[in-house]
């Protein structure tokens, strides 16, 4: 029993050892891809904030669960009124700018819209056009440098984007591969080592509950009873005998004591060879008789039994090993399928880039776009310094240049109408893509419930039934963000795997309970004492009590007291052996009637230990994947990488080009307003003093 305590206690310390030792596996830190655009930033934010703001996140108060993907967008795009009120207004200054154009040609061409000669102007509206000129010119050009600082974020970004995708491929790459090398490495090194043992102890399984069973009963100790040499040592002890009777017929002394011992040797003489005779006689009908083989065939059976369910039962520790290492292979396909599919998307990105980026279009669409908005808006901040300096020049003199700029400033002014709506449109047409960005930004990475991913389901089979269980992506990435989180737990393992379902996949107790069922289906034998038996050691005993009591040495012959005691030497011996043999059958007498009662107590000791054993090894797993194994945190941060190249490496520049062209176009339509103003100011008449 220490021994079998020992050995489990060895497989439990060389199990945790090995997971200790070998599967030491972190998982790799990962660093922010964050980025900070400087003094730009404030711009950005507030840019990004209007268009993410026009969005709506999914609801889980709402949407607790959905149908598929699809409909996850479709209700996305279901909530953009407000992005179409937003989108709207630039077509609504567009039309503006349009019918104010319109009418003052009209006007111009078929009404008389100018100031009478007589007209006279205030010195203190030039001031005032003068301020708002300024104000218009400073508000333009700074819509210009932004939109300048924007595009060159952007391009740098895409520049840079297969540096951004190589990073992240990496970096997952090296996560999923540690963790799925960690969970490899614990659960198949922990199955693997425990179930190596309990198979070595299962196929000795049988001999060991034979071997108990045989000792508990005692029948082993009459089976190892060697018949011929106790049949030798009683020999010997008799032919002693007969040489002791031959020497002390000759002794003729007068001393009493060796009279009366000599005396006391020869009486027992006839009794001892006839009860060692008898005795070899019993020990060898023993050895033949029928309950003794009967004890044995049944003992035999008892071993078939175990041996049997024994079988079964190493059969359900391999199926339980296969079956846990498929529901880990399939844990690890799920995620590295995800790496997959990732991979091939940033493969095909990559691809794109390259045949983008390379040619001689990336270029020419580069300068396109800056030529676009750059020229348009330097062409409004010249006609507005113009018009300002016309202004500056008629509160001096009107007079010269003075009396020219009128008609400069209403051609500029139609100009600026045209440029006008070009950048509006223009604005509205980078809004789209900065809206596209934000529908796609807002749900995917700044939901904390992470609602998009809840109809993306995968499975993994489960250790016992082998059912699929589903894996709720969005709760393993909301669960994730905390630093101790484990992928098993986050996943909520215990539905794959976990004590109790390998423990019913083992079913360890059921093949116990038929191995007792077997043993209990042997009937009770019984093995019984011959009376004579006991009669012939107690009287053999005797005799070699008294024997030795009865010491020659006071008959002064030393061949006598030699033969004396090789005699005793020898009948000591006959006795011990006896005596031993009897004792090993009144065990065997004693215990045989409760053959399978002892069988069925060590099967379950047996059996008990190795459950307790594995139930061990595996607690020591659960703990492992549930507070060490793969933590999960870097997915979450690489996820939220991929949200910061998206959305802020490429989005916050987005989001500054329509806001800067948007911040150009809108004052530019003032400056329309402020041209049309400034013309009919300098046709009017500067006031003459008398």
Known sequence: MVLRSIFYLVIFISVTSYAEQKCNISSPKIKSMKPSFGNMEGFYNLAKGISDGLQEAPDPSKNKTFASGDEVIKKMFETQTDTFLFWSIGFLIVLIALVFGIVTCVCQCCCSCSPKETSIRAECTGFVYAFLLVAVFSF??????????????????????????????????????NGTLHIACEVTGMTVNTFEHMNT????????????????????????????????????????????????????????????NVKTLTDQYDSVKQTLTELTTAAQAVKNSKPLSDINLQIDKIKNNVQEQANKASKAINSTQKQINKSMNSITKMMNDAQKNIDKSITSMESAYHNFVVSSGYSTLKTTVHLLVSIPACIVCFFSFVA??????????????????????????????????????????????????????????????????????????????????????????????????????????????????????????????????????????TFVLEPSWKTFITTLDKHTQDAKSAVLDSCGDSDVVDKYNTYIQNLVKSNTMSTEFYKNLETLSRNAPNTTVIATTINNNYFNDADISISQSISVL?????????????????????????????????HGLWASIGLAGVFSFFLTILLLLTYRWLKKHKQQLD
């Open 622 to 654: 659960m703990t492992n994947l549930e507070q060490h194994v793969f933590k999960c945190r870097p997915l979450v941060d690489i996820y939220n990488n991929g949200g910061f190249v998206m959305c802020e490496k490429f989005g916050k520049p987005i």
């Open 140 to 177: 333009i050009l700074t819509g210009l440098i932004l939109f300048n600082e924007s595009e060159s974020d952007l391009f740098d970004s895409t520049d840079n984007l297969v540096v951004y995708t190589g990073d992240i491929s990496r970096d997952l790459t090296n996560v999923i591969g």
């Open 201 to 260: 102890l299962i196929q000795n399984y049988s001999s060991n509950v034979f071997d108990g069973t045989k000792e508990k009963v005692g029948i082993n100790a009459v089976n190892n009873f060697s018949v011929k040499n106790y049949e030798s040592a009683n020999t010997a002890t008799q032919n002693a005998a007969n040489e002791l009777w031959n020497k002390l017929q000759k002794i003729n002394s007068k001393n009493k004591k060796c009279t009366d």
């Open 388 to 525: 300002l300096i016309g202004v500056l020049l008629s509160l001096k003199k009107q007079d010269g240049v003075a009396l020219k700029l009128p008609c400069f400033i209403i051609i500029s002014f139609y100009l600026t109408i045209i440029i006008c709506i070009f950048l509006i449109l223009l604005s509205s047409l980078s809004f789209v893509l900065g809206w596209f960005v934000s529908a796609v930004c807002v749900p995917m990475f700044d939901d904390p419930s992470y609602q998009l991913f809840r109809p993306v389901n995968n499975t993994v089979s489960a250790v016992g039934s082998g059912d699929p269980v589903k894996i709720d992506f969005g709760n393993v990435l909301q669960l994730c963000h905390k630093e101790t989180m484990t992928l098993y737990t986050a996943i909520d393992g215990k539905k794959v795997i976990s004590t109790d379902s390998i423990t019913r996949q083992l079913k360890l107790d059921f093949y116990r309970d038929n191995a007792n069922k077997q043993i209990m289906k042997q009937k009770n034998l």
